[in-house]
């Protein structure tokens, strides 16, 4: 549906189309401070205990650099499929219930409520603010850290007061 900007669908409604529902991405999306509108396209297909959501978009954020603290801008793509359980978690049989100190990874899908909705710009946000950074790094042309030095010998002398403390 071009146009429309994405909303929460609930899935009882996803469950009756049978190809689907596809949406046009080309908004912004809220909790992304981005300087394009998020473009893309975006398909969720209702196949009895999953979701599965197909989708790309891309956009533009000004990101701080952690060295130099000077502003950048920084691309961000999404490709991913994605298969959303809907219900209860799935029952984990008695016979591979984890161990003691083994990892218990049952609740790493991600559930949805059957009486719930499905909502795609909360998704979109998710895959895009997954690709965000850690460390903000402005390229391989940094300058560095601003130094406060005024002298030529390089100490910064904001340090200046230990410098009494040589022997």
């Known amino acids: 549906?071009?146009?429309?900007?994405?909303?929460?669908v609930p899935l009882s409604d996803l469950r009756h189309l049978e190809a689907g529902r596809h949406w046009q991405i080309d908004q912004t999306?809220?909790?992304?401070?981005?300087?394009?509108?998020?473009?893309?396209?975006?398909?969720?297909?209702?196949?009895?205990?999953?979701?599965?959501v197909v989708g790309k978009a891309e956009t533009i954020v000004t990101l701080c650099c952690d060295r130099c603290l000077q502003h950048f801008n920084h691309p961000l793509r999404a490709s991913n499929q994605?298969?959303?359980?809907?219900?209860?978690?799935?029952?984990?049989?008695?016979?591979?219930m984890a161990m003691e100190g083994e990892a218990d990874d049952?609740?790493?899908?991600?559930?949805?409520?059957?009486?719930?909705?499905?909502?795609?710009?909360?998704?979109?946000?998710?895959?895009?603010?997954?690709?965000?950074?850690?460390?903000?790094h402005c390229g391989k042309d940094c300058p560095g850290p601003a130094t406060w030095s005024s002298d030529?010998?390089?100490?910064?002398?904001r340090w200046s007061a230990l410098q009494g403390l040589k022997p």
């Open 1 to 8: 549906m071009v146009g429309e900007r994405l909303r929460p």
């Open 29 to 52: 999306i809220e909790g992304i401070a981005s300087l394009t509108p998020v473009r893309g396209q975006l398909h969720a297909n209702h196949r009895g205990n999953v979701l599965e």
């Open 82 to 96: 994605e298969l959303l359980w809907i219900g209860e978690p799935a029952p984990i049989p008695s016979d591979s």
């Open 106 to 136: 049952s609740g790493l899908m991600e559930q949805l409520d059957p009486r719930g909705n499905f909502d795609p710009e909360h998704w979109v946000f998710e895959q895009l603010n997954l690709l965000l950074p850690i460390v903000n």
């Open 152 to 157: 030529g010998d390089g100490i910064d002398s």
